[in-house]
């Protein structure tokens, strides 16, 4: 009896702490780490904040950093829906933060933003266009400034082009990456790449589940998944080799996500994909936005296979635009910023101080 008491209570000597250190993990906090000047102290007029705002009556969080709040706001819509890129972002675009006050949005769904999925009725391509128009208006007033660069990266991609349309006087430009166009065509091509790309690498096992797939529309319970293998085979041998495992790496490290987060960045595209996607299989940006009343650039990868590349330049080609810019990233696929972050950076700073220099000097004129 005494024997057995004490690997009982030994047996608690272990488990307990790990049991606390579980329940620790569990109900940490995400944090930021702070903006530094050259001597290692905070920034003072520099912004590092996670704050939850409301937007469409739900909670939402957002990622807020820069070396001044005085800054060009530059708004990052991710890909998705249900994906959080918050940590990529900061991973691979940080030096964004230098030029730019940068705001990431855990839009519905996604990873911080996950609870916000309470409301499934509300997940439709209009609300989450509104959650977007409501959360301009929430950042020029708080910082002061008229307009934001918008960049919209895949799903983000297909927001930033309607929120252009509808907003155009609360942004100085529109960047598109990953540009999605049209849903249908471009998951039917996206299949057929693959299938080119596989044949050409002899990758026979890619070939087999290319064609256990079959081409796109999917649909049923399993719908999520294969749009998912999809994505995967169709980034095969494309774009920056070891981008994958330095994205993964730095979700695992970022300090913004707790683990509940962690856990929820996987769970958002699995409750948030089913709900929205068929809704967009009829969308086509060629056909409802032709023309845009702001500057656009489009950033495309040319191994893109994801959002096939080709359908973007063919819709940039068709938009009337104030001006549009193509630029070509030709080792990347379907993360431009991500693949080739440095080169990224570099057009996203160069273009946008251009662009500013530019609208000062007309009101200057007009004064």
Known sequence: MERSTRRILAGAGVGLPLMALGARLLTRRG???????????????????????????????????????????????SDGPGCSEMAFVRRFNAPLEEHFLVVQWDQRGAARSYAALKSQDELTLEQFV???????????????????????HGWGSILGVLLAQRRPERLH?????????????????SHLRAYELALRYGDTQAIERLKRLGPPPYTGPDMTRRYLTLATLASHHTGRKNASSEMLSALLKAPEYSLRDKV??????????????????????????????????????????????????????????????????????????FEEPEKFNAILDQQVRALLSEERSAEALLH
């Open 31 to 77: 944090s930021t780490p702070p903006i530094q000047d050259e001597w290692g102290r905070p920034q003072l007029e520099g912004i590092a904040s996670l704050e939850r705002v409301r937007l469409g009556g739900v909670d939402q969080w957002l990622l807020m950093r820069g070396r001044s709040v005085h800054n060009p706001l530059l708004l990052y819509l």
């Open 130 to 152: 509104s959650d977007a128009s409501e959360l301009l208006e929430l950042l020029t007033s708080r910082f002061s400034q008229e307009k934001v660069f918008l960049v919209g």
């Open 173 to 189: 430009a529109y960047i598109g990456t990953g540009q999605r166009v049209n849903f249908l065509e471009n998951d039917t091509l």
């Open 264 to 337: 929820n960045f996987f769970r958002g595209p699995l409750a948030t994909f089913p709900r929205v996607y068929p809704q967009l299989a009829d969308l086509d940006l060629e056909a409802e936005v032709p023309r845009l009343e702001v500057p656009v650039w489009f950033l495309l990868g040319r191994e893109d296979y994801v959002t096939p590349s080709e359908i973007a330049a063919r819709y940039f080609d068709k938009l009337e635009a104030s001006r549009k810019t193509l630029l070509w990233f030709e080792h990347s696929g379907h993360s431009p910023l």
